[in-house]
């Protein structure tokens, strides 16, 4: 039975027809399932930061890139549309897709791009799913575990097979609930568990706000759709993807962090230009794929001394923030410019940080890892989580 609803107001997450007001400017979102982005996009999306937002894409805790500082938000949406990024007013905010980063190019028990595609264009002409929240997660894990480990709403966790007969277990807020097999019985697994939710708790931003009878219910109903669940052990977290790697098919693979998570448009237009695949992460990597060994060797020759971090010991693989003061009303501290004051004091940072300016949080990754929250007093305090 529906109960009441605690997503109360409208939904705040931000995206590119329905902007967030902070207080340096209007904020934009432009979801990238998957975290893919194309060169030409990148550069599209590069230009209107620099012409109309503060001159830098944000990278996101979800694999999006945020513009800020928008000035003109209907032109900042015209360039997102005619790039192709905005396919769908109605399902501009739902389309919230993880996917490892690395399937189909390194490791991994099968590659995860056929169902993330398959996903995303259901996804968009499901007329239910454009209710969900702009908080509602699907993971797509190739069984490395790193898409699992976030805590999607709803996830397929890939075991063999391809096509017709890809196997994967519907994990529905952590619990594997069962098995389905095929592209297309996977993506309505994953879509059945949405509308579930929608009809069970229709206020519900996550999984996580459900009660216990609703959670029962749901899992219940999905159960009954699903084969017997296939399990098997998850591996270890993997290390940042930063620094050169070789895909599994002899090419190279480039993965980068940039200062404070934000990507100069300058330097934006310069990645663009490499005309190769582009890979957002949640850990806010930014990674170029299937590149020629003397490609790669230029990159990285031209486009490190220009910000882009290749070196996995640098803290800022390690350490992301929230935008503080005086971008954030809310924020106690200038979190940004007191982070870069500890970074370059030369720490060493081998636990996962997340720098904020108020107990809201914003931005946090979801794995485990340290928060520096500022208090009113002036001062930060940490607390693992
Ligand atoms: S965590 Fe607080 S200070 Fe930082 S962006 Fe969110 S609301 Fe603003």
Redesign the pocket.
Same mark, same amino acid.
């Given at each position: 039975m529906s109960q009441p609803s605690p997503r109360s107001g409208t939904d705040r997450c931000p995206g590119v027809f329905s902007t967030h007001a %902070?207080a340096d400017g209007a904020v934009a979102r432009i979801r990238l399932p998957g975290g893919r982005i194309r060169p030409d996009q990148l550069e599209k999306l590069a230009q209107a930061a620099a012409e109309h937002g503060d001159g830098y894409l944000e990278l996101t805790a979800r694999g999006n890139l945020q513009l800020r500082g928008i000035g003109d938000v209907e032109a900042v949406a015209e360039v997102v549309v005619a790039a192709g990024l905005a396919p769908s007013s109605s399902h501009d905010m739902v389309r919230n897709i993880e996917v490892s980063a690395l399937t189909g190019r390194i490791g991994g028990v099968a590659d995860g791009w056929p169902l993330a595609d398959r996903l995303d264009e259901r996804l968009r002409v499901d007329d239910a799913a454009a209710e969900l929240s702009g908080r509602f997660l699907f993971g797509i894990d190739d069984g490395r575990g790193d898409v699992l480990r976030r805590g999607p709403d709803v996830c397929a966790l890939l075991h063999d097979g391809e096509g017709d007969t890809l196997r994967a277990d519907i994990v529905v807020g952590g619990a594997p609930l069962g098995s389905a097999t095929g592209l297309d019985a996977i993506v309505s697994a994953l879509l059945e568990v949405a509308h579930a939710v929608l009809e069970i708790a229709p206020g519900a931003w996550r999984i996580a706000d459900l009660s216990d009878e609703q959670r029962g219910d749901l899992e219940l109903r999905i159960r009954a759709t699903l084969g017997p669940v296939i399990g098997g052990a998850i591996p270890d977290p993997g290390d940042p993807i930063v620094g050169w790697f070789d895909q599994d098919d002899g090419q190279v693979l480039l993965g980068a962090v940039v200062e404070l998570g934000r990507l100069p448009a300058r330097l934006g237009e310069f990645v663009a230009a490499v005309g190769a695949p582009i890979i957002v992460t949640p850990d806010r990597e930014i990674i170029l794929c299937d590149l020629d060994e003397g490609v790669a060797e230029t990159v990285v020759r031209v486009l490190a001394p220009m910000g882009l971090i290749f070196d996995a010991n640098s803290p800022w693989a390690r350490v992301s923030? !929230?935008?503080? %003061?005086p971008? !954030?009303?809310?924020?106690?501290?200038p979190?940004r410019e007191d982070l870069l004051e500890y970074v370059d004091g030369g720490v060493e940072i081998d636990t996962r940080e997340h720098w904020?300016?108020?107990?809201?949080? !914003?931005?946090a990754p979801s794995e485990p890892h340290v928060r520096v929250?500022?208090d009113p007093q002036g001062g930060y305090r940490t607390q693992r989580r």
């Open positions: %902070a923030c !929230c935008v503080g %003061a971008g !954030c009303a809310k924020s106690h501290a979190v904020v300016g108020c107990d809201r949080g !914003c931005g929250e500022a």
